[in-house]
């Protein structure tokens, strides 16, 4: 007679992995010959777990053998520092997109959109001006927020700083869906990005520059002028976001561009996991608390 209760999960992040993994009918395994020590829900939990922690992989390794995780997740044995490191370099960035694609939860009606820098080397940028050090380059990141559940629906990371309106064309090409209004600050303001908006099936609004003419040129330009959206304080969200997503990073510490790019997809990952399980938790609550 079974005496012990299987898989009933602690952690209401493993909930959410699991459906993840399941919406994107993942198979259990990747090889159909070898050895099946760990599966892939179990290697993107764990990817997960890492990035949320912020700690090195040695570190991370060490902590798990202290945790109650290897229970939750069913895991045969803790994989070592290497092991996990191959795990990284597996996945590549567009599996992890799809990742992203699935992990958000509602269809938007309105986002915001804004661009920031992000540390992509692990020196502190106060002695690098007390020694006199040649300054290092930082990280563009872009992201696409929903406003109302503050959920990241894309971004783009690149290497060296570029122009807010670069990253934006590359996320307008991949958006999906329609009747969208796209809150953004003035970087934005572009006559070919609100073409491309509207060429898409959705809408762009951003401040129009200061400028000596009366009319600014262009027809959508004009638009966001004359007709601002009642709304338009709902793109600090972005910010918000922002903020909360540096707060867990701090900088990127993978030493390849691709790798990096990869590292800041796991990190927004594992950040709308966990926006959509406190989500769940207050449904849940409001819906107890009506009865």
């Not at 807010?164 to 970087?187: I, P």
Request: include cysteine; aromatic fraction near 10%.
């Amino acid at each position: 007679m079974q005496k012990e209760l299987y898989y009933q999960y602690e952690s209401k992040l493993q909930k959410q992995v699991n459906k993840l993994c399941h919406s994107l009918e993942l198979s259990l395994h990747d090889n159909h010959k070898g050895p099946k020590k760990y599966t892939n829900h179990q290697r993107v939990a764990l990817i997960v777990l890492f990035m949320r922690s912020g700690k090195a992989l040695r570190e991370f390794v060490s902590a798990l053998y202290e945790s109650r995780w290897p229970i939750w997740l069913g895991l045969k044995d803790i994989p070592s520092k290497s092991t996990l490191h191959s795990w990284l370099q597996e996945f590549d960035m567009c599996f992890v997109r799809n990742l992203l694609e699935k992990s958000c939860s509602d269809e938007p009606l309105l986002m915001a959109i804004d661009a920031t820098g992000i540390d992509s080397w692990q020196r502190s940028r106060h002695y690098e001006r007390r020694i006199g050090e040649a300054h290092m380059p930082y990280a563009k990141a872009e992201v696409l927020v929903d406003t109302k559940n503050k959920q990241v629906y894309d971004h783009v990371l690149r290497m060296k700083p570029r122009h807010d309106v670069l990253g934006a064309e590359s996320m307008f090409n991949r958006f999906k869906h329609k009747h969208v209004l796209v809150l953004a600050d003035k970087g934005y303001d572009s006559e070919p990005l609100h073409k491309l908006a509207e060429h898409n099936g959705f809408l762009l609004w951003a401040p129009v520059r200061s400028s000596p003419l009366k009319s600014p040129r262009g027809r959508h330009r004009r638009r966001c002028k004359r007709h601002p959206p009642g709304r338009k304080g709902m793109r600090s969200i972005a910010e918000s976001v922002i903020r909360s997503l540096k707060t867990r990073i701090g900088s990127l510490r993978s030493r390849l561009h691709y790798m990096k790019k990869r590292e800041f997809a796991w990190h927004i990952l594992a950040y709308n996991l966990e926006v959509f399980a406190h989500l769940l938790k207050q449904l849940r609550w409001l819906i107890t608390s009506a009865r």
